[in-house]
């Protein structure tokens, strides 16, 4: 069974500037999870779809990342304008359904802001 | 708010050198607590799910055991390919999952 698959896996970038994370989680998981882990912490999440709606996007900087789900399957997030603080690995994850069912993480995106 | 600590930040052990990795959890009404691995470079993989208090599970040479306040993960005879960092979290009722920031372990051969 193929995993969660991400792209690129490594993102280097100028603060200001906007850059774009792919994921495609497991065939037939409806939940979607964006996280975010700077070195050294747990992952962070940032939203979670159920299909193609929302959940969960309360730790969002709404301000910058935007993020979608088109057709319940692939999503992107985007981050506009980067700051420095943005250097982190972007998680994507997916599951089943529920907060019991195991999520299963894809290989992660690294983006540094420069 | 939920809350996950892991405790210690960092454990060097020698190969066969068994040991224990904790992790305390504040939270309303908990739904799972997770054990992932994580190695350099990688997204967390997978180890248990542990449910309620009492519950133990086990894979290879890893344990997990879970009370109402904790839980522990049990390496007993460690090999040098144990080397990771393991991450913990916790799911409530309602709530998102909320890691910990994990302990790193290196077992030196």
């Known amino acids: 069974e193929a995993g969660v698959a991400q792209s690129p896996r490594y993102k280097i970038i100028e603060k200001r500037q906007s850059v774009a994370f792919w994921c495609n989680p497991i065939?037939?998981?409806?939940?979607l999870y964006w996280y975010q882990q700077i070195l050294g912490q747990g992952p962070k999440l940032l939203i979670q779809?159920?299909?193609?709606?929302?959940?969960?996007d309360s730790q969002l900087p709404k301000d910058r990342f935007s993020a979608e789900r088109l057709k319940g399957v692939d999503s992107t997030l985007k981050i506009q304008p980067a700051k420095l603080e943005d250097s982190a690995v972007y998680l994507c994850?997916?599951?089943?359904?529920?907060?019991?069912?195991?999520?299963?993480f894809g290989p992660g995106t690294r983006l540094t802001v420069l | 708010e939920d809350q996950v600590t892991q405790s210690p930040e960092a454990l060097r052990l020698q190969e066969g050198e068994s040991s224990s990795l904790n992790c305390s959890y504040t939270?309303?009404?908990?739904?799972?607590l997770f054990w992932y691995r994580q190695d350099p470079g990688k997204g967390p993989e997978f180890l248990f799910t542990?449910?309620?208090a009492g519950e133990e599970k086990e894979k290879e040479r890893l344990k997990a055991t879970l009370t109402k306040k904790e839980s522990f993960l049990h390496i007993t005879a460690p090999k040098p390919e144990d080397s990771a960092t393991y991450l913990c979290?916790?799911?409530?009722?309602?709530?998102?999952?909320?890691f910990g920031e994990g302990t790193q372990l290196t077992v030196n051969p």
């Open positions: 994850a997916s599951s089943l359904g529920g907060i019991t069912d195991t999520q299963y």
């Open positions: 065939s037939g998981h409806a939940t």
């Open positions: 779809f159920q299909n193609n709606g929302v959940v969960d």
């Open positions: 939270v309303s009404g908990l739904r799972g």
């Open positions: 542990l449910y309620s």
């Open positions: 979290a916790v799911g409530a009722s309602g709530s998102r999952l909320t």
